[in-house]
């Protein structure tokens, strides 16, 4: 097992304030700090600095590397533990884990990875929506159970603006999961399209001039009728952009 030691310190880039002497000086809450030094930590293992299978830097070299406490690594590594990217063992130290492991819904990492440049990340998450919408429909159909689609989709078919259109397709992904009543699924649906709309609007404004509104109007009765196959094809047609005829 390899252990990685940096040929050059780690910028930490902290917010600076100016002091009322004119210099410059890093003020930060110790939550925010934290978060600071664990988006750090994932941009150096998400980049390769740091490979998947080593061991980081001990506390001492990556604390002084990152300009900051060992207290303030610790609660880092704490959270990026519980992200499943790294897994302390005692004797041993700190293991950069398999990308398989990473909570890849978790806001912060998602957050983190379009930071690094990533511009793939909204089509993956729209291609997980794509994916699991029909399957959440089929389920929301079983219970024969449309809760408030009706009402989301006449709201985004009446949407004037692209905020309105966005906002109204959040709704509709959110509301057939929770007709679903899988918790799970609308977890999931809700931390995708979260996401998209928090930071990547343009994505979501071109993506809804694809989709056949006035189709959708035939969701929320199949739902109810129990028909989950036509509602499941209805929905995979309309998110993977094909046309769907009235």
């Not at 939550?31 to 150096?44: G, K, M, S, T, W």
Request: charged content about 25%; glycine content about 6%; hydrophobic content about 45%.
């Amino acid at each position: 097992m390899t252990v990685y030691r940096r040929p050059d310190p780690i910028p930490l880039r902290h917010s600076a304030v100016a002091s009322p002497g004119g210099l410059n000086t890093v003020k930060h809450e110790p939550d925010d700090l934290n978060r600071l030094v664990a988006r750090e930590i994932f941009q150096a293992i998400a980049s390769g600095h740091f490979p998947v299978g080593s061991i980081l830097p001990n506390e001492h070299q990556l604390s002084a590397d990152l300009g900051v406490s060992r207290t303030a690594l610790r609660e880092a590594i704490k959270g990026l533990a519980s992200k499943g990217l790294v897994e302390t063992r005692r004797k041993r130290g700190t293991l950069v884990l398999e990308r398989s492991r990473w909570d890849m819904l978790n806001p912060e990492v998602i957050a983190w990875s379009r930071k690094l440049g990533s511009a793939r990340v909204s089509e993956e998450l729209w291609v997980a929506i794509a994916n699991t919408q029909p399957a959440v429909a089929a389920e929301a159909a079983s219970r024969r159970h449309a809760g408030r689609v009706a009402e989301v989709v006449r709201s985004l078919a009446a949407a004037g603006t692209p905020e309105a259109k966005r906002t109204g397709l959040a709704a509709l992904l959110l509301e057939v999961a929770n007709a679903s009543g899988n918790r799970f699924l609308t977890s999931f649906t809700a931390a995708c399209v979260g996401s998209l709309l928090t930071d990547d609007a343009a994505f979501l404004d071109r993506l809804v001039t694809t989709i056949d509104l006035a189709a959708l109007a035939r969701l929320a009765p199949l739902l109810t009728a129990g028909n989950g196959e036509a509602a499941a094809e209805l929905l995979r047609r309309a998110l993977v952009r094909e046309t769907i005829s009235a």
